[in-house]
């Protein structure tokens, strides 16, 4: 069996006001699936470089991207990180 490495962008808030992400990409280091009541979630473990470190179902794992009728721009902000 071949296995493949993963990765979803890091959900992760830097500041206090929720406007800037990490963004890094965070490795997925185990998947399963949660019972529910609305029937089966797949879910994942998933750790980024920074040492974030989240479980929950991929859909609220995964950043969402902006779409057009959003306010500001699709680009992502450039992370600064202390040397």
Same mark, same amino acid.
């Given at each position: +069996?071949? !296995?493949?490495?993963?990765? %979803?962008? &890091?959900?992760?808030?830097?500041?206090?006001? $929720?406007?800037?992400?990490? *963004?890094?990409?965070a490795?997925?280091?185990?998947?399963?699936? +949660?019972? !529910?009541?609305?029937g089966? %979630?797949? &879910?994942?473990?998933?750790?980024?470089?920074? $040492?974030?470190?989240?479980n *929950?179902?991929?859909?609220?794992?995964?950043m969402?991207?902006?779409?057009?009728?959003?306010?500001g721009?699709?680009?992502?902000?450039?992370?600064?990180?202390?040397?």
């Amino acid at each position: +069996m071949e !296995s493949q490495t993963t990765f %979803l962008d &890091c959900p992760a808030y830097l500041d206090d006001r $929720g406007m800037m992400r990490c *963004g890094l990409p965070a490795e997925v280091q185990n998947r399963f699936i +949660m019972r !529910s009541t609305n029937g089966p %979630l797949e &879910c994942a473990t998933i750790r980024c470089p920074d $040492g974030h470190f989240f479980n *929950g179902p991929i859909e609220f794992l995964s950043m969402r991207t902006p779409t057009s009728d959003c306010a500001g721009s699709a680009k992502r902000p450039e992370v600064t990180r202390p040397a």
